[in-house]
């Protein structure tokens, strides 16, 4: 009963307490603010806190003298900054089917994703001094570079400002917009995916965050190429150049697109600790790379051909790395890594993506790339196999140079086009064709000719008049200094053997005849005031060759391109 009346009074005194708060704050309205004043101190102070662990997410955080408000994004865009940039039959299905990698191709991937590393910013405004290069004058066509296309524009402005700060060798900056940690990796992702050339670019960055995960400060790491930059461009661009001067004589973009396919399949060994091996460097300068070397630089050279060809990233048993090419109105994938085999094949190129499914899937911003459906020049490869390249000592790892055998395993199996040449302009039309397939470098070639025709090829080389019917104007397209041909012409069957015989000859590429004659000649151009090029030669006799007029004859030709 006395505990009952002690809570009573305890319950009273607190009601009369109650009574006269009220009256005093209707009284008096400057109390009330006060007391307002300081329980919003106190909330804020247990909030912030609360904050001061993990990064999260959401609406932006206000200080006193900071508001981080995040980037706009437009209509049409996920909240990320994306929006798929093709037409709705060109949208990729991701495969609902599991995969079946096939045993030889296991353990051939080597792609590492995009990574970022988040560090909490202080709560300090960023410093516009220290955006470094903005990019603000950079434009890039979404034809050639697809990842930019599928950024809003708030996104496409720092896409902008990170490639011009890693062509400038910018390793800290201020991000022109404020991106969350997601819409960050999308940029850093789009400008890895879009751009082979900045092969010091590494798949690693860091950003310092605020507390409400707006990016304050973005950093790029390079490799070590960045510190010797002008010369491993220099090779770089050396290295590129010299199967590009191969292509480009081709007509067709199928025909340059398989060129550079067969050049690094000769060119490149797969080594999964090769160095810098998510560069296109290490492929053509190191010549020792994972999918991801094969297949930016692969993207690279069609680039610089003018033909479409993306970066795609996905899975294959593990994170793998392919490309996609448009040839005509359509999309292809191609996996030069997958091609290069023993021997090497036309298995992955220009697949559509029903055929890849079965062993390849798209991650990241790679479903938004273009669906593949194209055949036409899937068809123009079936059985077939890839042209033959080595170096001149046959090693396909030595740097040294390297020889082109342009029809080998094309067209009959001994690097034969199929054609009887019955004249000297045939000839000279056919010998430019095949020079300009093989590129710079050393080139192994060869034609078949009827007798009176061979009379004529050899006064030709005997004058030096071959260098006006073909050679010069080689050397004037590839922009080369010096070219050396070596002819050997060797019986390759009568004139009247029938076709069965003739095919068994094209097959085994066995002659009846001996060589007995040899034209070598050694051509240098040099430039004039006039812009026009004189030639300088060196000449020996052919060795007395003599035609018989009931045969046909095969001429081998070593030609030694600088």
Known sequence: MKAIKTILYVLGGLFAALCIFVLVAAFNPEFTKKLSSGIGSLEKEYKNEELSGDIPTGSPQETEDVVVPPVVIEEGYDENGLRNPYAEKLHYEVPD???????????????????????????????????????????????IYPYYGMLSDGLQRVYRQVYANAVALNETFVPLENLSAVQMQNVMEAVYNDHPELFWLDTAFSCKYYRNGICKELTLKFNW??????????????????????????????????????????????????????????????????????????QYILQ????????????????????????????????????????????????????????????????????????????????????????????????????????????????????????????????????????????IFYNVVDSETLEEILAAYNSGDYKKGYLSEVLRNMNAFTGKVTVVPEIWKDAETTESEDSTDKTTGTTTGTTTGESETETSTEETETGESETEETEEENGGFKVDHTKQYILRHVVVIE
């Open 97 to 143: 089917t599991e995969l079946e990698v096939p045993k030889d191709m296991a353990g051939i991937y080597g792609y590492i994703p995009m990574a970022g590393r988040e560090d909490l910013a202080q709560q300090e405004p960023g410093n516009e001094e220290a955006y470094g290069e903005t990019g603000e004058n950079l434009d890039f066509d979404t034809t």
């Open 225 to 298: 190429t960045s510190e010797q930059l002008e010369d491993c461009q220099r090779e770089f661009t050396d290295a590129v150049n010299d199967i590009v001067y191969g292509a480009i004589n081709y007509t067709e973009d199928f025909e340059k697109e398989r060129y550079v396919h067969d050049a690094l399949l000769g060119r490149i060994k797969y080594n999964l600790a090769a160095d810098i091996g998510q560069s296109a460097y290490s492929a053509l300068v190191g010549r020792e790379t994972v999918c991801a070397g094969y297949s930016r630089a692969y």
């Open 304 to 443: 610089k051909l003018g033909i479409p060809c993306y970066y795609c990233t996905g899975y294959a048993g593990e994170n793998h790395a392919w490309n996609i090419v448009k040839l005509g109105n359509a999309y292809y994938n191609v996996d030069v890594t997958w091609d290069d085999v023993e021997p090497n094949s036309y298995d992955y190129f220009n697949q559509t993506d029903k055929a890849f499914s079965k062993d390849h899937v798209r991650t990241g911003l790679s479903v938004y790339l273009p669906a593949c459906k194209g055949t036409k020049y899937q068809k123009q490869t079936e059985g077939r196999k890839p042209n033959t390249w080595q170096n001149s000592s046959g090693n396909q790892t030595d740097q040294s140079g390297k020889t082109y055998y342009p029809e080998s395993d094309w067209g009959d199996g001994v690097g034969y086009d199929g054609q009887l040449l019955t004249s000297l302009q045939d000839y000279y039309d056919n010998c430019k064709s095949q020079l300009s397939k093989g590129g710079m470098g050393t080139v």
